[in-house]
């Protein structure tokens, strides 16, 4: 029985195996192994090569594609596709397969980035809203207003911009000429009515001559009875804060006031500095030694010092308070159209002080949302662009220094208002 690999004989001449050789070289009576040539086997009766894995690659010695012995006609090391088709170029074959290593899948890498993206926007996103949500100083009761007016259609909000010095360091009321007077007036206030006709913002003169009516304290809860006394509008705040002066103002006018926004002179001047300033065209130069204000005609970037001086000053103009109105409306409504921009709003290390600074120092009514702040914002930068009025309340003469206000055209604007028509009556 012979052990030799197949292909392979013996030459039984002795009990030792040698390899094939001369007989000189053999020893005498060497069993000698050789080879026999066999015919080759027709292609259709070789044995089919092993089933090949997707990227594998088989090799074996000799360079045959099989290990029976013969050529296959597998090249060693050749790559082939799922079909087992003979691959050519970069060895690339039926299966997409490039040396082992299957394609990408670009659609699904995709989907997981555009997801990925999505997540973490939504996370920046509920992350910032609730940062912004505490910040808010939601410290006005106006449940505690009492007989107010019917809600018209559309939204009012009574912006009021105060002489608070809270937060505020010596040094800064020096630089801002605020002075160091305690407790806290209203050096501005407005009415923003937004509505499906564009919004409107009205003035009030701090010097409006109005009637302040029956109300309940804010602290004490104690009725006041109405004693005919008339004021200027400004005073209603200093007497018992923003409850009073919501209150006062719903009386004189018949306009359901729905929301309460203010801020302080230090948290006006920060919110102009962490924008980069705003910029105003002034049409005509002036000078007040009181505000601070030093201005030259024509345009110019002004920073939170001088945003501040500009919306103060009131004795460098013939019309007082209502000069001084004019001036704050174009100012906060260019504030506003400045600060919406994708320069401040995608841009984080401007947007986050944006918002940090005027959050921090605005203080607002209990039930005010930041949807309903943001819409308020909008609505003033409207005004800005066209798509909205501004203008003073309707003035029809002083007494005692007090400006009086025009009763039927108030009764006019009060009804567009309420009505959600487009206005009609113009201010002084």
Known sequence: MNDWPEGWSDDNRSGNRYGQGSADERPEGARVMRHVQRPPVPPQQRPAPPRQRQGESRQYAGGHGDATGYDSGYNTGQVYGDGGGRGSGGGRGDGGYVQGRPAPN???????????????????????YFWADSKLKREVDLSKVIER??????????????????????????RLHTGSAEGKRTDSMMILHDGSNGPTL?????????????????????LYPARGRFTKL??????????????????NTGLHIDHYVEIGFGGFAKIVDAIG????????????KKSGADFKAGKQTLNGEQ????????YAFAESDLARTKNQQKFLAALASQTATPSTILNPFKFYPTMSAGLDTLIVDKDMSLWSL???FFAM????????????????????????????????????LNNDEKVTVSGN
Do not use: C, H
Request: glycine share 14%; proline share 4%; aromatic share 6%.
């Open 381 to 416: 930068k409207g005004v800005t662009g066209g798509d909205g009025t501004s203008m003073n309340m309707p003035i029809s003469g002083s007494i005692g220094g007090n400006l009086v206000w025009d009763k039927a055209k108030v009764k006019q604007l009060v009804e567009e």
């Open 202 to 222: 009205v003035s009030l003169p701090r010097d409006s001559n109005v009637e302040i009516p029956s109300y309940k304290g804010s602290e004490s809860g104690k």
């Open 307 to 314: 945003s501040l001086a500009f919306v103060r000053t009131r």
């Open 374 to 376: 943001g819409q308020m």
């Open 277 to 288: 300033g705003v910029e105003l065209d002034i049409p005509k130069g002036f000078k007040d």
């Open 149 to 174: 007016p019917k809600a018209g259609d559309g939204t009012n909000y009574l912006i009021v911009g105060s002489d608070s010095r809270a937060g505020i360091t010596a040094d800064d009321k020096k």
């Open 106 to 128: 670009w659609g699904r890498r995709i989907k997981i980035g555009t997801l990925s993206l999505v997540v973490v926007v939504l996370a920046v996103s509920i992350g910032t």
């Open 234 to 251: 400004n005073a209603a705040y200093a007497e018992d804060g923003p409850e009073l002066l919501v209150r006062t103002v719903e009386f």
